[in-house]
């Protein structure tokens, strides 16, 4: 059984569609990457989804119901958005960011323990736990932003460019961390990105999305295969994981 | 947004906004004068309903209540007043375009008690280019009774506040010739049309004046004020404020334990609204002056005019306080406008000029030996006035009524 | 559309709405030409206003003062030193242009808030400072101009000439801010209001911009400001309480901040509306100009301007064709 | 002299207890809801009223306060739910003017039903004075100052050590991303309004009984309750009442002892300081940057 499904779906501001009908779907555990060029519809669809953008028409279905309005309600139920540009809680401290992270958490013990993960997991939020989000460089951002989400034990976890203004090596940094994240085995993955091999390092399949209309699909081996598809729809080749 | 399309949206909505304005003009009878007929008398006026001097827009309340209860007996002569009122937020500009607007549009016969020096002074030109008689103005700013070149059409409807100065600056000499004085005024015309007479006063009494602060009515409290004039050592403290400063004036002066004699602008004379909020006890010998009855005076309880304003603002105006001064100064100008309305010879505007400058007349609401009197060279009515003093819950009139000459 | 032809129209429109707003002049009394005449007081300041908060992004609460000091610099240079209005006018304008550049250099430094509340504090001052400076404002009791004296030749009464002035000189201040704001400066403008950083990668001197933002909108608050003094014919430091400067922000809002001739509307809003509420009940006046603020905040956010135009956009599609990108 | 001095410093402070307390206020719903609230001391003013008409109908004070702040966090929540949100989404500017609209409307509406005349507030701390040395104060400036002082460690508490705080803050600070985390920031709000309302109407009863009730309590203080939370930093409460005292201390030993400002022009005296403070530390005295990374 899918984890999420979309189907039919389309969305966009005001009276203009972003996205047209578009369906996909993600199995539990899995990662899915979604692919495409500037202003394709990607982060529309990850907005989409995590309710900050309320589809015109369509079905988004998580864990076989329809998902509730609210942005919160839906993070309550497990899904865990990191935006475009990281979405650093200015004014708190890091330590604050990812007590934000865990607000749908009820376990004290538990919200601990996974503070001391994500202090494990990236050293340097430990170091300056407690200065404000806003000093933290960019990379360190994204890696707060990764471990905000993760806070929430998230069932899905949707990622908007997590690359995007990051040096070559931090890049790798961060995706190490998160196909990490996926080995460990406990979340599905919509990772949204422009170079589809950063992508492909971790997501096992894609969508290829083109002007807002799903205009291709398979797994990595397929899309290895066909490298016309990469060529035409998504233009660049990005960084080397 | 396209410039070209807005541009005409602009224009369509202002030539419709130019066009809301053109109003009907009003037909005018056989009278020479517009806003006069057999049976009506348009009256104009200009209260701060609201903005910071909103507290004054109760003075309305008296004239509409009295006006109301003419009109109920019948009228003038049968002519009823109508009294259009506008509100002008204690802004002159906005008097300059009421008072346009009540003599253009609304084509009024007079134009009655507006409030505020400054709002009064910005108006006289254009009543005296259009010759509007401009009566019983809510202000006692002597200007507009010495120049009488410059505002041949206005008079004021309230004692000078050169006045009040002058009684307030010969009680201190005669009481306290040696007193050292100090003085807090309201940093507006308001405030500095009573400190600048008593200075003179003072000046022409030989009073010794050791301290003067202003405190601007935009600002919360008078305490750093009332603590400075503590500290210059004054036996005398005049108040020059409207009531909730002066009343945070008088509880500041107990707190520091500083007990001079006080003496107190009538306008804020009240018992209900100074006295009893600052504290009784703080508040016992305060000097003031007084013109009108007071209706909040259990004293007076049985005078019948204060009966029939109490009952009046009680039929017409239904939740206003009848104890606020304010109130009984409204209608008591309305009282002195009926009588200057009655004694007109003719039904012209020039005629109830001569009729309100050539007056000796007695008003109920005002307190008995203060006449109205005016004459071609005399434009200030109201010349006498008691002083008070604050005893127990009330206030208490102290001899006979003393008659000033304003310096 | 070609090239030419825009800028033709917008001139031949523009030249239609003036020659519209004057031939008023010949019909209306004294009152309403006074009440149009301060309307187009409040615009040429609201207009300057949009200039530092629509254009380059800026808040200001300053513009009260400025207007204020417009008002006491063309009362004083026509009371004191005798000056015809015309040139009184030019030279208050230079004087809060000055006093605006001033005015301007915390925003070098502030943002936000705390540059709302800085400036906030200039509007502040205008009442002490005028009670003060007694000597040359007249104190609390006033400032009378007289009426001005109007040219025989023209044959107009002197609230007519006013008026004329009032309005060619609010469509002057219209179309300049206009031009500029699509000029070179202008783009400048908005490009240090979206991102002031990006702006100075582009070669924009900020500092420049900012300060120069002020002092044209103190131009245009001080010009509006002496003629609200002549069409009023006194001033008085109550006329320029700390909230005329809230009012003026109100009207850059209404009309669409960062639209110059929804300055137009905006000035129309502040000068009328209240009017109209107090009509309703004079007692009430407040409540419903604030509620009408709120209502048209909520539902014309970005100006009656723009939500025609919205709607127009809206009607087209619906009536022509359903455009399918 | 010096007894003076002593006697203006305590002045200073009096008034600064004033300012104190509606700049926490300020303070409270911008750390909550990232808006200056123009209408908030209005909004406390309205409320102070409401309290003062439950206690002439025969409630006693302390539950005619308790009733008037209750009522008070309604009033604020209501209004951040029907005027504010609904134009969050527009930007700052439309949610500041909407606040200045409601300004006006709660300004007028609180004399046109209890009239414009001013009243005695009854005193939570009686009308005693206290001596310090020759120096005397009322017994409810020092009360003012207590309170405040106490409900601003409550507020800062609540908002630092709690997890309801830190959601508030959180959405207030970057409401998208906390909503994606789970917090529900509209909620949040609604809540910042109500708070900062109550806080404000406690402040508007503790000042009361000083300043006199009318329409107008609010008017005079906002000012330099504004100047005093933007002194402090805005998002800080400690910032916000030390800014208060600051500024009530500045000002009065500037009017007694500066000729040229005096008491006329003392209201400037805020001002300046805070210019002088915001030109070397542009986001005040205990303001965070959230600017120094891009």
């Known amino acids: 059984m899918s984890l999420l499904r979309l189907e039919q779906l389309s969305s966009g501001y005001r009276n203009a569609d972003i996205l047209r009908n578009v369906s996909m779907e993600i199995g539990a555990h899995e990662c899915v990457a979604v692919l495409g060029a500037n202003g394709a519809g990607k982060t529309t669809l990850l907005r989409t989804i995590s309710g900050l953008l309320r589809p015109s028409r369509g079905v988004i279905e998580y864990r076989g119901s329809r998902l509730p309005e609210a942005p919160h309600r839906i993070a309550a139920l497990g899904v865990a958005h990191v935006p475009e540009g990281r979405g650093t809680i200015a004014g708190l401290t890091v330590e604050e960011n990812l007590r934000v992270g865990a607000y749908t958490q009820r376990s004290r013990t538990q919200v601990e323990a996974d503070l001391a993960q994500c202090y494990e997991r990236f050293p340097i939020l430990d170091e300056y736990r407690h200065r404000p989000a806003t000093y933290l460089s960019g990379g360190e951002q994204q890696m707060l932003a990764l471990s905000r989400a993760l806070m929430a034990r998230p069932t899905l976890l949707l990622l908007d460019e997590p690359s995007f203004g990051l040096a070559p090596k931090i890049v790798h940094l961060v995706y190490e961390a998160i196909r990490r994240v996926i080995a460990e085995g406990h979340l599905a993955v919509l990772l949204v990105e422009q170079s589809a091999e950063l992508a492909m390092s971790a997501a096992s399949r894609a969508y290829v999305l083109k002007h807002g209309e799903v205009v291709g699909a398979g797994s990595r081996e397929e899309l290895r295969g066909s490298p016309g598809l990469s060529d035409a729809y998504l233009g660049t080749t990005g960084y080397h994981a | 947004m396209n410039w070209r399309i807005s541009n005409i949206l602009a224009g369509a909505i202002a030539s419709v906004a130019l066009a809301l304005a053109h109003g009907p003009a009003a037909a005018q009878g056989s009278y020479k004068d517009p806003g006069i007929s057999d049976t009506q008398i348009k009256l104009g006026g200009s209260y701060p309903f609201s903005g910071p001097g909103s507290a004054y827009g109760a003075v309305h309340d008296g004239a509409k209540a009295y006006f109301d209860l003419v009109n109920s007996r019948g009228g003038i002569n049968g002519r009823k007043i109508e009294f259009t009122v506008l509100d002008d937020a204690y802004q002159p500009s906005k008097v300059v375009a009421n008072v346009r607007q009540l003599v253009e549009q609304d084509k009024v016969f007079a134009l009655f008690n507006i409030g505020g020096t400054a709002h009064n002074l910005a108006v006289a030109d254009y009543v005296l280019r259009n010759k509007i008689p401009h009566l019983y103005l809510n202000t006692g700013a002597i200007v507009f009774a010495k120049d009488r070149q410059k505002f041949p059409w206005t008079l004021i409807g309230i004692p000078a506040y050169a006045t009040e100065s002058a009684a307030f600056a010969a009680y201190i000499k005669q009481e306290r010739p040696n007193a050292k004085v100090a003085v807090l005024y309201q940093n507006d015309p308001f405030g500095q049309d009573l400190l600048q007479p008593f200075e003179r006063a003072a000046k022409h009494e030989n009073l010794r004046i050791v301290a003067i602060e202003p405190y601007n009515a935009s600002e919360p409290s008078v305490d750093s004020q009332i603590s400075k004039l503590a500290r210059s050592g004054a036996d005398v403290f005049v108040s020059f404020t409207i009531p909730k400063f002066a009343a945070q004036a008088i509880r500041k002066a107990a707190e520091l334990n500083w007990k001079p004699m006080q003496l107190l602008t009538s306008v804020s004379a009240s018992a209900d609204l100074v006295l009893k909020p600052a504290g009784l006890a703080a508040s016992q010998g305060i000097i003031s002056t007084a013109f009108l009855k007071d209706p909040s005076d259990p004293a007076s309880a049985n005078d019948p005019a204060v009966k029939e304003y109490t009952a009046a603002l009680k039929q017409f105006v239904p939740n206003a306080n009848p104890a606020d001064p304010l109130r009984a100064r409204g209608y008591a100008l309305a009282q002195v406008m009926v009588k200057a309305l009655e004694g007109m010879k003719a039904p012209t505007r020039e005629g109830l000029m001569q009729s309100a400058m050539s007056m000796d007349a007695e008003v109920p609401m005002l307190l008995p030996g203060i006449r109205i009197q005016t004459s071609p060279t005399d434009a200030l009515p109201m010349k006498a006035l008691y002083m008070e003093r604050f005893e127990g819950e009330r206030w208490v009139i102290m001899g006979k009524p003393l008659s000033p000459s304003p310096q | ?325 | 002299m010096l007894e003076g001095l002593l006697q203006v410093v305590i002045d200073g402070c009096a008034s600064g207890a004033i300012y104190a307390a509606v700049a926490l206020a300020l303070a409270l719903v911008y750390k909550s809801s990232g808006i200056v609230n123009f209408a908030q001391g209005e909004m406390g003013m309205f409320c102070t009223f409401i309290t003062w008409w439950l206690n002439q109908q025969g409630l006693g004070l302390a539950a005619a306060i308790a009733a008037g702040l209750a009522i008070a966090f309604l009033v604020g929540a209501m209004v951040e739910r029907l005027f504010i949100r609904p134009v969050a989404s527009y930007g700052e500017f439309p949610a500041v003017l909407t606040t200045l609209g409601l300004f006006l409307v709660f300004n007028e509406l609180a004399p046109w039903l209890w009239g414009p005349e001013n009243r005695a507030f009854p005193s939570l701390f009686g009308n005693g004075v206290l001596a310090i040395g020759a120096a005397r104060v009322s017994a409810e400036s020092v009360g003012i100052l207590v309170v405040m002082v106490a409900v601003g460690s409550l507020f800062f508490l609540v908002m630092h050590k709690t997890k309801l705080g830190l959601g508030m803050r959180a959405a207030a600070a970057n409401a998208t991303s906390s909503s994606l985390s789970g917090v529900p920031a509209p909620r949040m709000f609604m809540l910042g309004w109500g708070f900062a309302t109550a806080l404000a109407t406690l402040a508007g009863v503790l000042i009361a009984p000083r300043l006199f009730l009318d329409a107008s309590l609010m008017l005079g203080v906002i000012v330099y309750a504004l100047a005093a939370a933007a002194l402090g930093g805005f998002t800080s409460l400690a910032g916000a009442v030390v800014g208060g005292l600051v500024i009530g201390i500045v000002e009065t030993l500037a009017s007694n002892y500066v000729e040229f400002i005096g008491s006329d022009l003392k209201i400037l005296v805020p001002l300046t300081v805070l210019l002088v403070v915001l030109i070397f530390r542009p986001t005040g005295l205990f303001g965070k940057s959230a600017e120094r990374a891009v």
């Open chain 3, 1 to 325: 559309m070609m090239n030419v032809r825009p800028d033709a129209l917008r001139w031949l429109l523009t030249a239609a709405l003036t020659a519209m707003a004057l031939s008023g002049a010949a019909g209306l009394g004294s009152f309403y030409l006074g009440q149009i005449t301060v309307a187009a007081a409040y615009c040429i300041a609201i207009v300057g206003l949009n200039i530092v908060v629509g254009v380059t992004g800026q808040v200001s609460l300053a513009q009260g003062a400025f207007f204020a000091i417009g008002a006491y610099a063309t009362a004083i240079l026509r009371v004191r030193y005798g000056l015809s209005f015309p040139v009184a006018l030019l030279a208050t304008g230079v004087v809060t242009s000055l006093i605006g550049f001033v005015a301007g250099l915390p925003a070098l430094r502030l943002r936000g808030h705390y540059l709302a509340i800085v400036t906030l504090g200039l509007s502040v001052a205008v009442v002490p400072v005028a009670n003060r400076w007694s000597s040359l404002t007249g104190g609390g009791a006033g400032l009378n101009l007289g009426q001005v004296r109007v040219p025989p030749w023209i044959g107009l009464s002197p609230e007519q000439y006013l008026y004329v002035w009032g309005v060619m000189l609010a469509a002057a201040a219209v179309v300049i801010a206009s031009r500029v704001a699509r000029s070179p400066l202008g783009i400048a403008m908005s490009a240090v209001r979206d991102n002031e950083i990006a702006a100075m990668g582009m070669g924009v001197d900020v500092r420049w911009v900012k300060t120069g933002a002020f002092a044209a909108s103190a131009f245009f608050g001080g010009v509006g400001g002496g003629v609200f003094a002549l069409s009023v014919g006194f001033v008085a430091p109550e006329n320029f309480l700390p909230t005329l400067s809230l009012l003026l922000l109100v009207g850059v809002v209404i009309g669409g901040s960062g639209s110059v001739p929804g300055s137009i509307l905006g000035a129309l809003f502040v000068q009328f509306v209240p009017d109209y509420a107090a009509a309703l009940d004079k007692h009430l006046a407040g409540v419903f100009f604030g509620a009408a603020i709120i209502v048209f905040i909520r539902f014309m956010p970005e100006g009656p301007l723009a939500a025609l135009a919205a709607l127009y956009s809206t009607g087209h599609r619906l009536f022509f064709k359903r455009r399918s990108t």
